[in-house]
């Protein structure tokens, strides 16, 4: 089983940045992809990027392309969310999960951390 802790929300103004961090730990982490998801209040939890297990492939969803970038450090175990021009409508815990696969019907994925909360005040 393997545990994510993620670190690095926080409130910041719109325009501003914030790099959020999730390390793993219990199992081989570089042969997992990775992604990072978010569930803003009221909301159900919807997927923001994904990296591939060797940080050569992204993806992102619409709303985050060309201000949000995923990376990882596989010596590390750990995978990142660079947020930039933050929004408002960014506010959200943030969560980081393992092996994400993408159906037609939505997300699978495996363990999940315990989320850390963006504040984007206006």
């Known amino acids: 089983q393997v545990q994510l802790v993620e670190s690095g929300g926080g409130l910041v103004q719109a325009g501003g940045s914030l790099r959020l961090s999730c390390a793993a730990s219990?199992?081989?982490?570089?042969?997992?992809?990775m992604g990072w998801f978010r569930q803003a209040p009221g909301k159900e939890r919807e997927f923001v990027a994904f990296?591939?297990?060797?940080?050569?492939?992204?993806d992102y969803t619409n709303f985050v392309k060309g201000r949000f970038t995923i990376s990882r450090d596989n010596a590390k175990n750990t995978v990142y969310l660079q947020m930039n021009s933050l929004k408002p409508e960014d506010t959200a815990i943030y969560y980081c999960?393992?092996?994400?696969?993408?159906?037609?019907?939505?997300?699978?994925?495996?363990?999940w951390g315990q989320g850390t909360q963006v504040t984007v005040s206006s």
């Open positions: 219990g199992r081989t982490f570089s042969n997992y992809a």
């Open positions: 999960a393992i092996d994400p696969k993408r159906y037609d019907s939505g997300w699978s994925t495996g363990s």
């Open positions: 990296i591939g297990s060797s940080g050569a492939s992204t």
